[in-house]
């Protein structure tokens, strides 16, 4: 069973940084495809960034240049580095990690940036 356990979600102001962390039992991130999404109130649930398994990344316009995604591969664990917050970026973001058989998704961490 594929469980996703994401973390590092909290209130910050605008202009600081946070990192999320997800970890995953039941499956391997450096041979899957994975990344962040975000769900802000009232709007559906968007991509933030990927991660492939053979580490190419790629990003929303929105966040370029201010979030960064890795993957630590021993400790089974994806992160996304968020730097320059803006009042836009909150959202609960979730962790998601995908194959041709897989499509599995974390609870989900509140980041809140206030103005």
């Known amino acids: 069973q594929v469980r996703l356990v994401e973390s590092g979600g909290g209130l910050v102001q605008a202009g600081g940084s946070l990192r999320l962390s997800c970890a995953a039992s039941g499956t391997t991130f450096s041979i899957n495809t994975s990344g962040w999404y975000r769900q802000a109130p009232g709007k559906q649930r968007e991509l933030v960034a990927t991660?492939?398994?053979?580490?190419?990344?790629n990003y929303a316009d929105s966040i370029k240049g201010r979030f960064t995604i890795s993957r630590d591969n021993a400790k089974n664990t994806v992160y996304l580095q968020m730097n320059s917050l803006k009042p836009e970026d909150t959202a609960v973001y979730y962790c998601?990690?995908?194959?041709?058989?897989?499509?599995?998704w974390g609870q989900g961490t509140q980041v809140t940036v206030s103005s």
């Open positions: 991660i492939y398994s053979g580490g190419t990344t």
């Open positions: 998601n990690v995908a194959n041709r058989l897989l499509n599995a």
